[in-house]
């Protein structure tokens, strides 16, 4: 028996259509690969003392004043730990005492601060990891200010300028 003409294109597309649809899924499962192998990659171990900061363009270097560091581990103050960063997530917590009990100790130690029409405003520096949530940072300066420093600095890597 012989096969029409209509027939054959009909089994020719029939046979690309086929090629075609099991090349999507052997492409979706690649693209979920290469998307899973990509997050991971930068998303590995960092060391644990070693802090990433943001980046940003400044043209003022920072001044003296006291340093607060932000790891994803603890929150130290002038090189002391104080608090555990995870315990800084719950939300309940507001003013984080073990930062203010800090702050106070060593605020005789503190001489240079400047005084404004009376007010003494003490500074402090705070370096946070890049990864540390906003609202994280955002007690430690409520903790900053309830203690007595009106200004807080936040550290940044300074970006080159293309100029």
Avoid: W
Avoid at 5 to 14: V, Y
Avoid at 82 to 108: K, M, S, Y
Avoid at 112 to 135: H, S
Wanted: charged share 25%; proline share 4%.
């Amino acid at each position: 028996m012989r096969e029409s003409r209509r027939l054959k294109r009909m089994e020719r597309n029939n046979k690309r259509h086929h090629a075609l649809l099991n090349l999507i899924p052997m492409l979706d499962v690649l693209s979920v690969l290469v998307f899973f192998l990509l997050f991971h990659s930068f998303n590995g171990t960092l060391p644990e003392q070693r802090l990433v900061l943001p980046e940003s363009v400044i043209e003022t270097k920072p001044r003296e004043a006291v340093a607060i560091s932000v790891t994803p581990e603890a929150v130290m103050i002038q090189g002391k730990a104080v608090v555990r960063t995870a315990d800084l997530f719950d939300d309940r917590i507001g003013i984080v005492h073990e930062i203010t009990d800090r702050l106070e100790e060593i605020q005789p130690r503190k001489t240079d601060n400047k005084t404004v029409a009376g007010n003494e405003t003490r500074e402090i520096t705070l370096l946070a990891d890049k990864t540390i949530p906003f609202n994280v940072l955002k007690k430690i300066m409520t903790s900053c200010t309830a203690s007595g420093y009106g200004k807080i600095s936040l550290a940044v890597i300074q970006k080159a300028t293309h100029g």
